[in-house]
T-cell receptor, first 112, second 117 residues
Framework: ELKVEQNPLFLSMQEGKNYTIYCNYS?????LYWYRQDPGKSLESLFV?????AVKQEGRLMASLDTKARLSTLHITAAVHDLSATYFC????????????FGTGTRLQVTL | GAVVSQHPSRVICKSGTSVKIECRSL??????MFWYRQFPKQSLMLMAT?????????EQGVEKDKFLINHASLTLSTLTVTSAHPEDSSFYIC?????????????FGPGTRLTVT
Protein backbone atom coordinates (compact mmCIF):
# COMPACT_ATOMS: atom_id res chain seq x y z
CA GLU A 1 0.00 0.00 0.00
CA LEU A 2 1.33 3.39 -0.97
CA LYS A 3 2.04 5.74 1.91
CA VAL A 4 2.64 9.44 1.39
CA GLU A 5 3.96 11.40 4.32
CA GLN A 6 4.61 15.07 4.65
CA ASN A 7 6.59 16.91 7.22
CA PRO A 8 6.19 19.00 9.04
CA LEU A 9 2.44 18.70 9.61
CA PHE A 10 2.30 22.23 10.90
CA LEU A 11 4.69 25.06 10.21
CA SER A 12 4.62 28.51 11.69
CA MET A 13 7.12 30.86 10.12
CA GLN A 14 7.77 34.55 10.04
CA GLU A 15 7.44 36.65 6.96
CA GLY A 16 10.67 36.86 5.04
CA LYS A 17 12.00 33.48 6.15
CA ASN A 18 12.72 30.44 4.01
CA TYR A 19 11.55 26.92 4.66
CA THR A 20 11.07 23.55 2.99
CA ILE A 21 8.19 21.09 3.17
CA TYR A 22 9.05 17.46 2.52
CA CYS A 23 6.94 14.79 0.86
CA ASN A 24 8.12 11.18 1.14
CA TYR A 25 6.38 8.28 -0.53
CA SER A 26 6.82 4.56 -0.21
CA UNK A 27 6.52 3.19 -3.75
CA UNK A 28 8.12 4.08 -7.06
CA UNK A 29 6.32 6.79 -8.97
CA UNK A 30 7.33 9.30 -11.61
CA UNK A 31 4.48 11.75 -11.12
CA LEU A 32 3.88 14.02 -8.21
CA TYR A 33 1.59 16.97 -7.68
CA TRP A 34 1.50 19.84 -5.22
CA TYR A 35 -1.74 21.57 -4.24
CA ARG A 36 -2.74 24.43 -2.03
CA GLN A 37 -5.94 24.46 -0.01
CA ASP A 38 -7.34 27.51 1.74
CA PRO A 39 -9.76 27.00 4.66
CA GLY A 40 -13.17 25.89 3.45
CA LYS A 41 -12.03 25.75 -0.15
CA SER A 42 -11.07 23.07 -2.62
CA LEU A 43 -7.65 22.39 -4.09
CA GLU A 44 -5.62 24.74 -6.23
CA SER A 45 -3.01 23.08 -8.42
CA LEU A 46 0.48 24.44 -7.86
CA PHE A 47 2.90 22.11 -9.61
CA VAL A 48 2.93 18.95 -11.70
CA UNK A 49 6.26 17.10 -11.58
CA UNK A 50 6.53 14.44 -14.24
CA UNK A 51 10.05 13.06 -14.08
CA UNK A 52 13.07 12.53 -11.91
CA UNK A 53 14.94 15.76 -11.34
CA ALA A 54 12.00 17.95 -12.32
CA VAL A 55 12.10 21.40 -10.79
CA LYS A 56 9.38 23.99 -11.14
CA GLN A 57 9.11 27.48 -9.72
CA GLU A 58 6.28 29.92 -9.41
CA GLY A 59 6.79 33.08 -7.44
CA ARG A 60 8.08 32.27 -3.98
CA LEU A 61 7.45 28.53 -4.31
CA MET A 62 9.73 25.97 -5.88
CA ALA A 63 9.06 22.25 -6.12
CA SER A 64 11.42 19.44 -6.98
CA LEU A 65 11.20 15.69 -7.44
CA ASP A 66 13.78 12.97 -6.74
CA THR A 67 12.17 9.70 -7.75
CA LYS A 68 15.14 7.63 -6.63
CA ALA A 69 14.88 8.97 -3.11
CA ARG A 70 11.05 8.97 -3.37
CA LEU A 71 11.11 12.54 -2.17
CA SER A 72 9.66 15.81 -3.28
CA THR A 73 10.26 19.17 -1.70
CA LEU A 74 8.32 22.41 -1.73
CA HIS A 75 10.61 25.30 -0.91
CA ILE A 76 9.26 28.61 0.26
CA THR A 77 11.42 31.66 -0.25
CA ALA A 78 10.89 34.87 1.72
CA ALA A 79 7.47 33.86 2.94
CA VAL A 80 4.58 36.30 2.91
CA HIS A 81 1.30 36.12 4.82
CA ASP A 82 -0.65 35.28 1.66
CA LEU A 83 1.09 31.92 1.51
CA SER A 84 -0.70 30.78 4.66
CA ALA A 85 -2.67 27.68 3.65
CA THR A 86 -2.50 23.90 3.78
CA TYR A 87 -0.23 22.28 1.21
CA PHE A 88 -0.71 18.75 -0.05
CA CYS A 89 1.46 16.59 -2.21
CA UNK A 90 -0.13 13.75 -4.15
CA UNK A 91 1.52 10.79 -5.81
CA UNK A 92 0.22 9.23 -9.00
CA UNK A 93 0.79 5.50 -9.12
CA UNK A 94 -1.03 5.00 -12.40
CA UNK A 95 1.06 7.26 -14.60
CA UNK A 96 -2.10 8.68 -16.13
CA UNK A 97 -3.54 10.66 -13.23
CA UNK A 98 -5.95 7.79 -12.66
CA UNK A 99 -5.24 7.41 -8.99
CA UNK A 100 -3.80 10.02 -6.71
CA UNK A 101 -2.75 9.29 -3.16
CA PHE A 102 -2.56 12.40 -1.07
CA GLY A 103 -0.06 13.23 1.61
CA THR A 104 -1.01 14.13 5.13
CA GLY A 105 -0.87 17.86 4.42
CA THR A 106 1.23 20.66 5.89
CA ARG A 107 -0.55 23.59 7.45
CA LEU A 108 1.54 26.68 6.90
CA GLN A 109 1.03 29.78 8.97
CA VAL A 110 3.05 32.83 8.04
CA THR A 111 3.10 35.42 10.76
CA LEU A 112 3.78 39.10 10.35
CA GLY B 1 -7.92 26.21 -17.94
CA ALA B 2 -10.22 23.30 -17.32
CA VAL B 3 -13.11 24.11 -15.00
CA VAL B 4 -15.06 21.71 -12.83
CA SER B 5 -18.19 22.77 -10.98
CA GLN B 6 -20.09 21.15 -8.15
CA HIS B 7 -23.62 21.65 -6.98
CA PRO B 8 -24.68 22.33 -4.34
CA SER B 9 -21.78 23.98 -2.59
CA ARG B 10 -23.36 23.41 0.78
CA VAL B 11 -26.21 21.20 1.91
CA ILE B 12 -27.81 20.38 5.22
CA CYS B 13 -30.06 17.36 5.44
CA LYS B 14 -31.79 15.33 8.09
CA SER B 15 -30.57 11.92 9.14
CA GLY B 16 -32.08 9.17 7.01
CA THR B 17 -32.61 11.25 3.89
CA SER B 18 -30.63 11.08 0.64
CA VAL B 19 -28.57 13.83 -0.93
CA LYS B 20 -27.36 14.14 -4.51
CA ILE B 21 -24.21 16.05 -5.43
CA GLU B 22 -23.45 16.94 -9.04
CA CYS B 23 -20.01 17.31 -10.59
CA ARG B 24 -19.70 18.87 -14.04
CA SER B 25 -16.78 19.50 -16.34
CA LEU B 26 -17.66 22.82 -17.95
CA UNK B 27 -15.27 23.19 -20.84
CA UNK B 28 -13.98 19.71 -21.51
CA UNK B 29 -15.14 16.12 -21.72
CA UNK B 30 -14.24 13.80 -18.90
CA UNK B 31 -14.37 10.06 -19.35
CA UNK B 32 -13.22 9.66 -15.79
CA MET B 33 -14.21 11.57 -12.70
CA PHE B 34 -13.19 11.01 -9.11
CA TRP B 35 -14.93 11.51 -5.79
CA TYR B 36 -12.99 12.37 -2.66
CA ARG B 37 -14.03 12.91 0.94
CA GLN B 38 -12.21 15.17 3.35
CA PHE B 39 -12.86 15.33 7.08
CA PRO B 40 -11.85 18.45 9.02
CA LYS B 41 -8.11 18.95 9.24
CA GLN B 42 -7.47 15.74 7.35
CA SER B 43 -6.27 14.82 3.91
CA LEU B 44 -8.35 13.85 0.89
CA MET B 45 -9.37 10.23 0.62
CA LEU B 46 -10.41 8.80 -2.73
CA MET B 47 -13.84 7.23 -2.45
CA ALA B 48 -14.45 6.06 -5.99
CA THR B 49 -13.59 6.45 -9.63
CA UNK B 50 -16.50 7.21 -11.91
CA UNK B 51 -16.32 6.04 -15.51
CA UNK B 52 -18.70 7.30 -18.16
CA UNK B 53 -21.07 4.60 -19.26
CA UNK B 54 -19.90 1.96 -16.80
CA UNK B 55 -19.97 1.14 -13.12
CA UNK B 56 -17.90 3.10 -10.67
CA UNK B 57 -14.88 1.59 -8.99
CA UNK B 58 -15.00 1.98 -5.24
CA GLU B 59 -12.05 2.10 -2.88
CA GLN B 60 -11.74 -0.42 -0.13
CA GLY B 61 -14.02 0.36 2.77
CA VAL B 62 -16.42 2.58 0.82
CA GLU B 63 -19.97 1.22 0.72
CA LYS B 64 -21.16 1.28 -2.85
CA ASP B 65 -24.81 0.91 -1.84
CA LYS B 66 -24.54 3.96 0.37
CA PHE B 67 -22.59 6.17 -2.02
CA LEU B 68 -24.24 5.77 -5.40
CA ILE B 69 -22.32 7.12 -8.34
CA ASN B 70 -23.69 7.71 -11.80
CA HIS B 71 -21.65 9.01 -14.74
CA ALA B 72 -24.28 9.32 -17.42
CA SER B 73 -22.49 11.70 -19.75
CA LEU B 74 -19.01 12.92 -20.55
CA THR B 75 -19.57 16.08 -18.51
CA LEU B 76 -21.61 14.95 -15.51
CA SER B 77 -21.11 12.61 -12.60
CA THR B 78 -23.38 12.45 -9.57
CA LEU B 79 -22.81 11.16 -6.07
CA THR B 80 -25.87 10.25 -4.02
CA VAL B 81 -25.42 9.73 -0.32
CA THR B 82 -28.28 7.45 0.65
CA SER B 83 -29.78 7.28 4.13
CA ALA B 84 -27.33 9.87 5.34
CA HIS B 85 -26.15 9.86 8.93
CA PRO B 86 -24.22 12.45 10.94
CA GLU B 87 -20.97 10.54 10.38
CA ASP B 88 -21.39 11.19 6.65
CA SER B 89 -20.97 14.89 7.29
CA SER B 90 -17.88 15.88 5.38
CA PHE B 91 -16.45 17.92 2.53
CA TYR B 92 -16.93 16.07 -0.75
CA ILE B 93 -14.70 17.05 -3.65
CA CYS B 94 -14.89 15.77 -7.19
CA UNK B 95 -12.25 15.94 -9.87
CA UNK B 96 -12.17 15.20 -13.57
CA UNK B 97 -9.53 14.03 -15.98
CA UNK B 98 -9.78 15.27 -19.54
CA UNK B 99 -10.54 12.64 -22.17
CA UNK B 100 -8.23 11.93 -25.04
CA UNK B 101 -5.08 13.40 -23.59
CA UNK B 102 -2.14 11.87 -21.80
CA UNK B 103 -4.26 12.67 -18.80
CA UNK B 104 -1.60 13.70 -16.40
CA UNK B 105 -3.73 16.01 -14.33
CA UNK B 106 -6.99 15.96 -12.43
CA UNK B 107 -9.00 19.18 -12.22
CA PHE B 108 -10.78 19.69 -8.93
CA GLY B 109 -14.24 21.05 -8.26
CA PRO B 110 -14.94 23.59 -5.52
CA GLY B 111 -16.32 20.99 -3.13
CA THR B 112 -19.65 20.35 -1.41
CA ARG B 113 -19.98 20.61 2.34
CA LEU B 114 -22.53 18.13 3.62
CA THR B 115 -23.94 18.43 7.11
CA VAL B 116 -26.30 15.73 8.33
CA THR B 117 -28.36 16.66 11.40
Amino acid sequence: ELKVEQNPLFLSMQEGKNYTIYCNYSTTSDRLYWYRQDPGKSLESLFVLLSNGAVKQEGRLMASLDTKARLSTLHITAAVHDLSATYFCAVDMSGTASKLTFGTGTRLQVTL
Amino acid sequence: GAVVSQHPSRVICKSGTSVKIECRSLDFQATTMFWYRQFPKQSLMLMATSNEGSKATYEQGVEKDKFLINHASLTLSTLTVTSAHPEDSSFYICSARESGLAGYEQYFGPGTRLTVT
